[in-house]
C-alpha cells in the first residue's frame, strides 16, 4: 500500500516550457487535489476531483489543468510554464466517513520555472 | 484566500516542556484539522475536531476548538526532538462557490531542542 505518490520528485523548467505532474493513490478514495505551497504561504488549493469524472476549480487555478483520468489517477498539466509557478506541488487524496474527515499527502514535486 | 492564521510563526522550546499553537479562522467551519509537516515532506493528518465539539486529545496530543472565538489550540505535551516540524490548521467547510474544501494557514514552525 503506497497512498499517495507523485512524479517527478524535483523539475526544473524553461518559460513556455510544458510539463505534466502526475499522482495516484491505491486507497479507493473518491475526492483529489492538487495543492501549492510556496514560501510563507501555506498550502493553496489549486484544482480538485469531488469523483472519478468531476474536476473543479480551487483558490489558484490559473495556468493549470487537470484530467481526473481514472479513480487511482490525477494529473496536473502547465501549459506555459511561468517563474511564478514555481513552487513544491502537492497532490492529496481524501477519505470521509462518520467519524473521519482525512486528506493524505503524496511526497511533493519541486518545480522551479527559470 | 487563507482560512486559518496560526500563531505564533514560529517556536523553539526544550525537550520535555510544553508546546502550544494557535489557529484562527474567519467563516463557519464543519471541522477543524492539524497536520504537521516534516522539512521537505509531505503533510501527515494529526487530529481533528468537529464543530460541536469543545476538545479532544490523540496521545501527547490536545487540540481545543472555541467556535464563538473562531480560534484553535494545539498542544503538545512532553515534547520530543523529533516533533520539530511545521504544523498547520486547516479549516474544513463549503466554499463561495458551494464546494467542500479544506483550506490551510500559513503554519507554525516548531524546533524542540534536545
Known amino acids: 500500500n503506497a497512498g499517495v505518490t507523485q512524479t517527478p520528485k524535483f523539475q526544473v523548467l524553461k518559460t513556455g516550457q510544458s510539463m505534466t505532474l502526475q499522482c495516484a493513490q491505491d486507497?479507493?478514495?473518491?475526492?483529489m487535489y492538487w495543492y501549492r505551497q510556496d514560501p510563507g504561504m501555506g498550502l493553496r488549493l489549486i484544482y480538485y476531483?469531488?469523483?472519478?469524472?468531476?474536476?473543479d476549480k480551487g483558490e489558484v487555478p490559473n495556468g493549470y489543468n487537470v484530467s481526473r483520468l481514472n479513480k487511482r489517477e490525477f494529473s496536473l498539466r502547465l501549459e506555459s510554464a511561468a517563474p511564478s509557478q514555481t513552487s513544491v506541488y502537492f497532490c492529496?487524496?481524501?477519505?470521509?466517513?462518520?467519524?473521519?474527515?482525512?486528506?493524505?499527502f503524496g511526497p511533493g514535486t519541486r518545480l522551479t520555472v527559470l | 484566500s487563507q482560512q486559518g492564521e496560526e500563531d505564533p510563526q514560529a517556536l523553539s522550546i526544550q525537550e520535555g516542556e510544553n508546546a502550544t499553537m494557535n489557529c484562527s479562522y474567519k467563516?463557519?467551519?464543519?471541522?477543524l484539522q492539524w497536520y504537521r509537516q516534516n522539512s521537505g515532506r509531505g503533510l501527515v493528518h494529526l487530529i481533528l475536531i468537529r464543530s460541536n465539539e469543545r476538545e479532544k486529545h490523540s496521545g501527547r496530543l490536545r487540540v481545543t476548538l472555541d467556535t464563538s472565538k473562531k480560534s484553535s489550540s494545539l498542544l503538545i505535551t512532553a515534547s520530543r526532538a523529533a516533533d520539530t516540524a511545521s504544523y498547520f490548521c486547516a479549516t474544513a467547510g463549503y466554499s463561495g462557490a458551494g464546494s467542500y474544501q479544506l483550506t490551510f494557514g500559513k503554519g507554525t514552525k516548531l524546533s524542540v531542542i534536545p
Open positions: 467563516t463557519s467551519i464543519n471541522n
Open positions: 492529496a487524496s481524501r477519505v470521509t466517513g462518520t467519524s473521519t474527515d482525512t486528506q493524505y
Open positions: 486507497m479507493n478514495h473518491n475526492s
Open positions: 476531483s469531488a469523483s472519478e469524472g468531476t474536476t
